[in-house]
DNA sequence: CACTTGACCTGTCCGC
DNA sequence: TGCGGACAGGTCAAGT
């Protein structure tokens, strides 16, 4: 469930924890995660230093010495998890959530494993393999097809609602929700921060686009960017998988008003929360909170 | 052409 | 407790 919070929150450590490590040897044995050949990683992986680690929407991005980069994906269970050298004491605490990971590492979800120089390791887990991690001229990156099509950033400063409602209009005939998953229309939103979204500005996710007042939209562009700031504030959500670079779990679930809350009081109104199917995927909504336009339910 | 559904995977949970 | 099946959800390909 890495989506933009996730990701960010990724980035945030990884380039605390790795520019200027130099990577020594690399391990991999699931083509579909990492699908380079041996000769280019031998040539443009090992040996290059980190120079620094960027995002564009859910996508990592570090940038070797060796003018390569490695570009991430990591989809719905993907980790990338440093390690240094010294391992802990495994131990955060008795009982705590985050006791043991880093120890564990490399455990069977683990795809590729790249080694510094001074001991330490970058492991790239993921259980369901839809994740990847490519090698490729840095040059090369914005050519890619998901680079060149995705859409805005939502938390640049550029990002107005004006902007937002036009990017939206793009499909205006679709459900609001399926909208907003469209990384053409904008990056980095995905079914946690669509739901939420979506119930702070009190659209229901099946709406139309071009059935939902403008007053409204202007309302979910605000909410929009305030449940993912908050999210970074948190660490991100660790609904099932989702881990920080050292290993550790975010906390934004618990400040969740309709995400994996159905069959519980809505905070807002008390009546229940409801889980639905919409644009294919499991949506949590309040069904008395949450107006419809345009849309039959 | 615009939009929706299925495939990619593995692990977990639910009902029988 | 075993076992099948639904489900989890990001993105691209294939289908309507």
Same mark, same amino acid.
Request: net charge positive.
């Given at each position: 469930?890495?989506? +933009? ?7 945030? #450590?990884?380039? $605390? @924890?790795? !520019? ?6 690399? %391990? ?93 390791? +970058? ?7 839809? #994740?990847?991690? $490519? @090698?490729? !001229? ?6 890619? %097809? ?152």
């Amino acid at each position: 469930m890495p989506e +933009l919070p996730e990701v960010e929150t990724v980035r945030v #450590g990884l380039q $605390r @924890l790795l !520019p200027k490590r130099v990577i020594k040897s690399a %391990d991999f044995d699931w083509p579909k995660s990492f699908p380079n050949s041996k000769h280019d990683v031998g040539q443009f992986l090992i040996d290059a230093k980190i120079i620094a680690v960027r995002r564009r929407a859910k996508v990592l991005i570090i940038d070797l010495s060796s003018n390569y980069s490695l570009v991430i994906h990591l989809k719905m269970t993907g980790q990338l998890v440093f390690v240094p050298k010294t391992k802990p004491d495994n131990r955060f605490g008795a009982g705590h959530p985050n006791d043991s990971l880093i120890g564990k590492l490399p455990d069977k979800s683990t795809r590729v494993t790249i080694s510094f120089t001074d001991g330490s390791r +970058l492991f790239f887990n993921d259980q369901r393999k839809f #994740g990847w991690m $490519r @090698l490729m !001229p840095t040059i090369e990156v914005p050519e890619i %097809d998901f680079m060149k099509k995705v859409g805005p950033e939502p938390l640049e400063s550029d990002f107005t609602d004006k902007l937002f409602i036009e990017r939206l209009m793009r499909r205006k005939n679709s459900n609001i929700k399926a909208v907003l998953l469209d990384q053409t229309v904008l990056a980095g939103v995905g079914n946690i921060y669509a739901d939420e979204s979506l119930f702070a500005a009190k659209i229901h996710p099946i709406s139309i686009v071009n059935a939902v007042p403008k007053t409204r939209l202007k309302a979910l562009h605000k909410e929009l960017i305030d449940v993912l700031t908050l999210s970074i504030e948190k660490g991100g959500s660790t609904d099932r998988n989702y881990v920080n670079a050292e290993g550790k779990k975010g906390s934004y679930i618990d400040f969740a008003k309709v995400f994996r809350r159905e069959k519980q009081p809505c905070i807002v109104c008390g009546s229940e929360i409801k889980k639905i199917r919409v644009a294919g995927r499991g949506t949590h909504v309040c069904e008395s909170c949450q107006k419809v336009y345009g849309a039959t339910k």
